[in-house]
C-alpha cells in the first residue's frame, strides 16, 4: 500500500532509532571486521538472487550464524547492506527496505545477546555438542519471536490486523526460520573449527536446494492462483449484473476471518473461498442468470446446482483446503432451511459460514438490475435480523465489529462502469441468484 498512516510511520521510525542503538559498538569490544565485512557480502549477495528468485524470502542462516560467531553490533551490521539492497514488490519501496533493515538488525542483535548470555560463544568454539543447541536454539526462539511481534505491530498500524494476530505469524515462522538457524549454527561451528570459513561456507550448499525447492512450490501456487483469477474473471463476463460480486466477497470473507483472529494462512483460504463462491455458476445456463423476470421452480432448482457445480470445478485444487467445503456450503442456512443439502447449525463449515455472511452482505450493499444497493447500515440491520435463522451470529457480530473498525471500502464496484438503471424488485428473483 502506498499510503502508509502516519502512526505506522511513526512506529517505524522509533523501530530504526532502536536499530541504530543496536548497532553501536561498546568501546570495549573488539570487532573482528573482516568476519563482518565476509558475512554482510554473503547475505547482500543471497538477498540479490532472492529478487530475481520471488518468493524465495529472506535467507536467515548467515544472519543466525553471524549471531553465534560475532558480538551483538557485529552480528547486527551483518543484515544491514543485503536488507536495504533487498527487493521490495510494493510501494512505499525504500520506507519498506528501511524497515526491514531496522527490523532484522534488532532480532539479530537479541538473538546475539541471548546467544552469548546463555555461553553459546564458548560452545561454538568448542563444538560443545548437545549443549551448544540449547544457547542456539534460546537465539533462534528470541529471533523469530522479535520478527513476529514487529510485523504484527506495523500491520496493526498499517492495516489495521488485531494484535493477537502475532501469534499466529510466530507459529507459522517458526519451523522454517528453526530449520535456518540450525544451519547457520552448523555454519558457526565448521568456521570456529579447523577447517576455517570455507568449509563453512558448504554448508550452504543443501540450504540453496531446499531454497529453489521452495521457490518451485511457489511458483506452482501462483500459477494456481492465476487459474482462480481465470475461473472468476469467467463467472463476471457470463452473470454481468454481479461483475465484481466475487473480489468483494473475498474481502468481507477475509475481514470475518481476521476479527475472529484466525491465523492468516486460514485467512488467505478464506479469501479465495470468497473468490471462489460462485464459480460454480459457469455451469448454470446464462440465459438463467440474466433472466429478469420470475423463475419458474424448475429454473430455481438449476440455479440451485450452482454450488455443486462449483466444488466439481475447485476439488483438485489441494492448497484450496477447507475453501472447497465453503463453495459447496455457503448457501446452507442455519435452520436447516438451505441447499444443496439442508444442513444445521454446527454440521455446515465455519468456512461456509464465514462465505455466507460475506455473500448477503455484498449482495445487500450491490447495486443489481433489479434493484438498488442498500446503506451499510440497514445491510447489517438485516443481517442480525437473520442471525441464528439464517446466519452463524458469531460471523455477523464478527463482520460488524470489522466494519466498525475498517469502514466498507470495495476495491470494485458492480456498477462502476454502466449504472443500471433503477428497476422495481421483481417478484420471485431470491438472492439464491447472488
Keep these: 500500500m502506498e499510503a502508509v498512516p502516519a502512526r505506522a510511520r511513526a512506529y517505524v521510525a522509533g523501530v530504526v532509532v532502536l536499530a541504530l542503538i543496536c548497532l553501536a559498538p561498546p568501546p570495549s569490544v573488539r570487532t573482528p571486521w573482516w568476519a563482518v565485512v565476509l558475512l554482510a557480502l554473503l547475505y547482500a549477495g543471497c538477498e540479490r538472487a532472492a529478487a530475481r528468485r520471488p518468493f524465495t524470502g529472506t535467507f536467515y542462516p548467515v544472519l543466525l550464524a553471524g549471531a553465534f560467531l560475532l558480538p551483538p553490533p557485529a552480528a547486527a551490521l551483518v543484515a544491514l547492506p543485503g536488507a536495504l539492497l533487498s527487493r521490495a514488490a510494493q510501494r512505499p519501496r525504500r520506507l519498506r527496505r528501511v524497515w ?4 532484522l538488525v534488532v532480532g539479530v542483535w537479541l538473538a546475539a545477546r541471548v546467544h552469548g548470555a546463555l555461553g553459546g560463544r564458548d560452545a561454538v568454539v ?20 522479535v520478527l513476529s511481534v514487529l510485523d504484527a505491530g506495523i500491520r496493526t498500524l498499517a492495516e489495521r490486523v488485531p494484535v493477537r494476530a502475532w501469534q499466529g505469524l510466530f507459529l507459522r515462522s517458526l519451523a522454517p526460520v528453526a530449520v535456518q538457524g540450525l544451519a547457520g549454527l552448523m555454519m558457526a561451528v565448521l568456521w570456529r573449527s579447523p577447517y576455517g570459513p570455507v568449509a563453512a561456507l558448504l554448508v550452504l550448499l543443501p540450504m540453496c536446494v531446499s531454497w529453489w525447492v521452495f521457490a518451485q512450490y511457489h511458483r506452482e501456487r501462483a500459477a494456481h492462483q492465476a487459474t482462480i483469477r481465470a475461473l472468476v474473471q469467467a463467472v463476471d463476463i457470463k452473470d454481468g449484473y454481479t461483475r465484481g460480486h466475487s473480489e468483494r466477497v473475498g474481502q468481507a470473507s477475509m475481514m470475518i476471518a481476521r476479527e ?3 491465523d492468516e494462512g486460514r485467512v488467505e483460504v478464506l479469501r479465495f473461498a470468497g473468490i471462489l463462491h460462485d464459480v460454480g455458476k459457469l455451469g448454470v445456463p446464462t440465459r438463467l442468470l440474466r433472466k429478469d423476470g420470475p423463475l419458474t421452480p424448475e429454473e430455481r432448482r438449476v440455479i440451485e446446482l450452482h454450488p455443486e457445480y462449483g466444488h466439481e470445478m475447485v476439488r483438485g485444487i489441494c492448497f484450496l483446503g477447507e475453501a472447497r467445503a465453503a463453495v459447496l456450503h455457503h448457501h446452507e442456512r442455519l435452520d436447516g ?20 455472511v460475506a455473500d448477503a452482505f455484498d449482495a445487500m450493499t450491490s447495486t443489481r438490475s433489479y434493484r438498488r444497493a442498500r446503506p451499510v447500515a440497514a445491510a447489517l440491520e438485516e443481517l442480525r435480523r437473520c442471525a441464528g435463522t439464517q446466519f452463524d451470529p458469531a460471523m455477523v457480530a464478527a463482520l460488524v465489529r470489522a466494519l466498525g473498525r475498517h469502514g466498507w471500502h470495495p476495491a470494485v464496484t458492480a456498477d462502476e462502469t454502466r449504472p443500471p438503471p433503477p428497476r422495481p424488485p421483481v417478484a420471485g428473483r431470491p438472492e439464491a441468484r447472488r
Design 126 to 145: 568448542h563444538a560443545d555438542f548437545p549443549y551448544a543447541l540449547v544457547p542456539a536454539g534460546a537465539a533462534i526462539l528470541t529471533f523469530c519471536l
Design 337 to 356: 432451511s438451505g441447499y444443496p443439502y439442508g444442513l444445521r447449525g454446527s454440521q455446515i463449515p465455519e468456512s461456509a459460514r464465514v462465505v455466507a
Design 260 to 262: 475472529l483472529a484466525m
Design 100 to 103: 526491514r533493515a531496522a527490523q
